[in-house]
């Protein structure tokens, strides 16, 4: 039964539960996004503007992020939770936004939709729960934005060693006294 706990307790804290949520606000106005920001390795090809222009309307708060083809280098594997879109599609002539996720240079999950231009955000990328250390969105340049970029950090493998060995420390210890 001890061991059971143990290992209980050890799952849960090897997975963190909590979500990130980038939703830009702390940028004012509008311009190139650095390429660090986030604590990110590189976002490539991001611009961001606060002004009000349906339907391209942030999802929380007034600052939102757009491209044409843009990559975001997380530099370290993350869940990727997906992030809130908005802008025009095929109803409009424009083709479907697609977001391409990979690890390691191999791409592992790809999610597209067709942005109807209602001004209704929509919820995409989030149908891989492996880990992404790299983004590629790609869209009709001016006619989406992205807001929300929601993740969830993956914890490194010393990280959960050192956590299990002092978990196993503190099981060997109380079964001693």
Do not use: H
Request: proline letters at 6%; a negative charge; aromatic letters at 12%.
């Amino acid at each position: 039964m001890k061991k059971f706990i143990a290992l209980a307790i050890l799952g849960a804290l090897a997975a963190p539960s909590f979500a990130i949520t980038l939703d830009f606000e702390d940028l004012t106005g509008s311009g190139g996004l650095p390429s660090n920001y986030a604590g990110f390795a590189n976002w490539v090809g991001w611009n961001y503007y606060d002004a009000p222009q349906p339907p391209y309307n942030a999802t929380s708060g007034v600052e939102r992020v757009y491209t044409g083809v843009g990559t975001i280098d997380i530099g370290t594997d993350v869940v990727f939770l997906g992030a809130m879109f908005n802008g025009y599609g095929s109803a409009n002539g424009f083709p479907p936004l697609t977001v391409d996720m990979y690890n390691n240079n191999v791409l592992v999950a790809s999610d597209s939709f067709d942005l109807n231009g209602s001004g209704n955000a929509t919820l995409i990328g989030g149908n891989y729960g492996g880990a992404v250390d790299y983004i590629q969105i790609s869209g009709p340049m001016g006619f989406f934005v992205m807001d929300d970029f929601s993740y969830r950090p993956v914890p490194e493998p010393v990280t959960l060693i050192a956590l299990g060995a002092g978990l196993a420390a503190i099981a060997r210890k109380r079964r001693k006294a």
